[in-house]
């Protein structure tokens, strides 16, 4: 920078001011300071020796447009939008034309990582929020078609049927969200629901947790906005934890079908299985549950596996409901 | 490309980290290690280890059409069928009939806590105008024109998957709710399990109720022994409403049998209901098998519950006291099919073990039905304790110009009725209706000429 530059800064995660510049006209308010921080680009000036700096704009990074000089004026000139989302234009005089010169590609530099960063973050959460949207699908089909099984039971068919068509709604959205390939099984399904067999309506199911639990085995989301973010292993929810959450789901709600059947040797056999699963969940979705949740954790409190375990599954579904916005 | 979960001797941990087969938790991070594969395989075979608690074979399907139909699956069920396993009680009523029904259902709803067997589930016909439902024509056009019927029978058990599934139907055939729908109900059942048996026990107007109730009787009777393609029913009770009201009988604690509880009783005797898991021989539906096989559809019951061994000395005797009160008109002579269901308390049994009862069938049959074809002994042991025998005895072959003879007369007189234009836009028959029945009653007996040559 030139000589009129007082201090230059490097980046830090904090704002930190990166560069500041004296005797800059701003349009018609006066000479005064201009600053430009990691974070917004300020302009201050004095209307007297004794008085405090008046600031006279503050405009955050993210907001302006563009940057440009007017180089027979010395002007910087930025476009930033306001509130209400309305461009306006800023002229700034400064004192020599390569200072304006050095100011604005800095200030073009520091916008483009800035966009970046945005860019990238909103992927992420983007990528978030379809890992989120498709476990939340993935928990509710399955708990669904193992409820089929328990209405089974009991020769319930009109809750097969309300059942049925319930999963006929998740797996669609699973299929179109997610290209997990499950749509011509239930469509096989829902068809063989008509025929009032309970031991075909049995294999349905069967067919159809096997296309999920094979298809989120086999297959990563295809789709090419996500690039190299499903491969990332940062301690957010990935891919593969909602292999486990689909095997937590199928395991869990088998517990109460076997309460009724009287079958404890089974109950006791799961568990153990439920708590291995519930140790890696936890990891991605309790812990951000709790976060976010005002509630004090149940999980410093349970010993019993039991416990744990509905402790956890209730985290799950709370951290669904949440971050699929259906709270 | 991440590395796969589990491959060649590498198992990845959840942040992919690699680690040997067989290692429990990552060493890296500590994190427990799932084979995914074999973990969804157990899941899927947890799965399908529940098929036994999905399968439920309802071999023994009871069904009562129209309102008396209901009320006497209703007795049945409460008496019998609740405690045994693998049936299914069933109740069809058009909705104008169907409040007393409701009243049935709800009943037995609340005291279920009891039964084995699932209570009575009830379908309803639904009207656009609530009426009941008074004649053949209606009740038939109700049953045919319902989209939920099939759906009902197959979820009420209903199914191909099993081939000895015998269907046990209970109607008046006087009412139209009973007459009309049952033949189409049972075409409904052999076309979703065309393995299935059927044993219908209709009951006939009383010879004092108006022609209509005949006339309904006698349409539904021909389309039982003649469907569009093929006889519907395998086997046809045919009962008179005057002559089961005066049938007694003696139950196991000595109260009196009568009425409608003798239909109910006839329906245990056929299935071996009485019996209390002693050993016997009940087989309905090898019943339904022969008489289809032999072309005989219409049989004429002929019961005697709680007779003593003591008082009548033989079961020669007691057959002698059955034939006496037939259900129906009976013609001895006209007789090609004789079915006998014995009951005998266990403490009887050594006296009247089943080469005995059948030498003394065989003597009786001889000498009383001159041009019998066939007969079953179906032996059954009772828990009585009394020294009482139960005995009904069915009987094929007599042609329905004498068993129906009453029923006839009052169709004949109603004919005239159905020949207005205007029946048909209230009723749902046409004229052409009374030649097809016509046809199908003489084509009947005509048979069983034919077989008795």
Redesign the interface.
Known sequence: MSNNTDKILYNTDEEKLLVQIKHVQYEDIGKGKLMLTNRRLIFENKSGLFTSPNQAFSLDLSSISSAEINKSANTLIVEWADEDNEYTVTQLLLPKANTAVSLCRFLNDNLEILRKETELQQRKDSYQAFLWNTASDIWESVATLLQI?RD??I?D?DAVDASLSRVAEITSALSANADLAVTDQVQTLIETG??????S??QG??DT??SI??SL?SE?PTDEKWGDL??D?SQQL?W??L??IF?FV??YK?LP?WQQ?GETE?IEDTRP?LV??S??LE?KITIESMQESPSPSEEQEVTDAADFIDAIAQSIESSLTIKTGLA | MIPSYSENGIVCCPNNHQNPQGAESCCDCGLPLIDYEAELGLLLKSLAEEERHVTFPKEKIFLGIGDQGCRLIDDFYRSWGRSMKGTAHLMINSAGDAEESLDIHHSNKNSMKKYMSPPPSLHVFHTSTGKQIGYFGLGEHLASNDPSLNDYLRRSGITSATTTQTVFLLSALGGGTGSGASPHVLQCIKSINPHSRNLVTALMPAADEPDGAHFNAYCSLSRLIKGNHDTIADMILLVDQDRITKTRGVGSKGEEIAREAILSYLEAMLTGAITNGSPNQADPGYLAKMSRSMGISVFVPCMAVGRSMEIFGSIANILESALSCPLAEVNKESIMLSYLLVQVPQRLASSLHEETLRAELNKWNRDTFPHLKGSVLQLTLSNRTADRVDLCLLLGGTRLAITTKMIKKGFDRFKAVVENEYWEQEFGNTSKIVPEVEKAIQAYDTRLDHIAK
């Open positions: 099984i089974l039971t020769e068919w008509t025929s009032r067999d309970a031991v309506v049995l199911v069967i947790m096997r639990g094979t085995q990563f499903v491969f292993d990935s593969q934890d292999r486990y095997l199928g395991w088998l079908l059947l089974k299985r291995t699963l140790s890696l990891r």
